[in-house]
């Protein structure tokens, strides 16, 4: 058992082969399944595919700290190492001002164990959302305002460039984690959202919570 590191947080802030092998014993051991490695791979493999066309979903409290499986739910990789941290966004008020607009919204966020792999790969994609966005907008500005002659094409380029680089960037990192997705905490309670049915009724256990399928 793995207990997380942290609880379920919701805030709502105000913002403007083998190789071959020619052992006919060894052979024999993989057809028969004695072989615990083969196995066990082909049993990971299997409950992925099985289930990737449907969801299974665990109701859980806000706060409370939670205990995960030791597998990676995006892989199936056991002993994960690292963290992937899920995090939804919901917009509960937008209101033009004279001044600006009042924005108020609720995040709520959870880090899942996961894969070292799966882990570095998301917080690169994250970062990478942020660069191209940050990075299309400075410099298609000092192209506008930072030369005695403005490049006025290139700049307007630079922009949709940078918004599209990043807009892909997001839509890869959707495509990692969607194995597993939160909801918006609402009423202090959130959703967890799981592709592997295996997985999603473990953690049901060891939590004691309630599994459904959808």
Not at 40 to 54: A, C, D, F, N, P
Not at 187 to 192: I, K, S
Request: include cysteine; hydrophobic fraction near 45%; charge should be positive.
């Amino acid at each position: 058992m793995q207990p997380h590191h942290g609880p379920i947080k919701s805030r709502v802030p105000v913002l403007c082969g083998f190789g071959s092998c020619r052992d006919s014993v060894f052979l024999k051991a993989i057809r028969h399944g004695s072989c615990s490695l083969r196995k066990t791979s082909v049993i990971v493999r299997s409950e992925l595919v099985e289930t990737k066309l449907m969801k299974y979903r665990v109701r859980i409290p806000v706060g409370e700290p939670l205990i995960f499986p030791r597998l990676c739910p995006f892989t199936g990789a056991p002993s994960p190492t690292g963290t992937v941290r899920l995090k939804q966004t919901k917009n509960l008020m937008i209101l033009p001002l004279p001044g600006g607009i009042y924005n108020r919204y609720s995040v709520t966020t959870l880090h899942v164990p996961a894969s070292k792999k799966i882990a570095n790969l998301a917080l690169g994609l994250e970062i990478m959302i942020w660069v191209s966005l940050l990075g299309g907008i400075l410099l298609g500005g000092y192209l506008l305002l930072g030369l005695s002659r403005p490049h006025d094409e290139v700049a307007f380029w630079c922009l949709i460039g940078g918004g599209l680089l990043a807009f892909a960037f997001r839509v890869w990192r959707f495509l990692v984690v969607r194995p597993v997705y939160i909801k918006p905490a609402r009423d202090g309670y959130t959703e967890l959202q799981f592709r592997s049915e295996g997985y999603a009724r473990e953690f049901a256990e060891m939590n004691r919570l309630d599994l459904s399928a959808i």
